[in-house]
């Protein structure tokens, strides 16, 4: 029990931390939310988004399996990179830059 309070703590440190740089370093979307402040909510989530603070995790498949195409054997450790998750342009995004302007403000509260 003790490593998951840790874990939530640290997860919640860095996320806080990565949004007040994220908006330090891009001074246009802090602006737009201080002109705003109820795009605050979507503000956070999309900095979690653009700077995620995990950036990889393990996974051990009971069974084998596919990944886009990729034969999977169970029992390999597959490594998932959830760094770059949400940062493809396919997905209507503009990757590596954080945004306070995409959501609305109904989305936001």
Known sequence: MRSLLGAGIDTTIHSIAQTLHA??????????????????????????????????????????????????????????LVGSANQAPSAGVRPWTPSTSTGSPAEAT
């Open 23 to 80: 908006l330090a370093t891009h001074p246009a979307e802090y602006a737009e939310l201080v002109a705003d402040p109820r795009r605050a909510k979507f503000a956070y989530e999309e900095a979690l988004r653009f700077e995620s603070v995990v950036r990889q995790n393990y996974r051990t498949p009971s069974r084998d399996s596919e990944i886009g195409g990729i034969p999977i054997r169970e029992g390999q450790k597959v490594m998932l």
